[in-house]
């Protein structure tokens, strides 16, 4: 059973940081693609950024500059690094994990999130003025 766990959030100020840890097991898989998204209160979920077994990475554009994902397969762990943060990213914020065959797939078909089904449980950020 796919088991994702967020870590990491809590409140700073603008232009402070924070780091999410998303902790995953209990798969196998050829290949894996990885998003981070976030939820503003009342609003569908969105994308901040992805990333795959090839290690491509992408962002949106809300975030590039600021946002960095990277990940520690030793360790199982995706991270999602966040530089002066803005009141606009307050939200929760979501890792997801899709299995699939190959990689190169990622960057085409996984960027919505109904293209995952494995999902941690959300870490909430707020950023204050």
């Known amino acids: 059973q796919v088991h994702l766990v967020e870590s990491g959030g809590g409140s700073v100020q603008a232009g402070g940081s924070l780091r999410l840890s998303c902790e995953h097991s209990?798969?196998?898989?050829?290949?894996?693609?990885m998003g981070w998204f976030r939820q503003f209160p009342g609003q569908d979920r969105e994308a901040v950024g992805f990333?795959?077994?090839?290690?491509?990475?992408s962002y949106t554009n809300s975030v590039k500059g600021r946002f960095t994902i990277s990940a520690d397969n030793a360790k199982n762990t995706l991270y999602l690094q966040m530089n002066n943060l803005k009141p606009e990213d307050t939200a929760t914020y979501y890792c997801?994990?899709?299995?699939?065959?190959?990689?190169?797939?990622?960057?085409?078909?996984?960027?919505?999130?109904?293209?995952?089904?494995?999902w941690g449980q959300g870490t909430q950020v707020t950023v204050s003025s």
């Open positions: 990333t795959d077994t090839n290690g491509i990475t």
């Open positions: 209990g798969y196998r898989a050829d290949a894996t693609c």
């Open positions: 997801a994990i899709a299995l699939v065959p190959a990689a190169k797939y990622c960057p085409g078909q996984y960027r919505r999130p109904a293209d995952y089904t494995h």
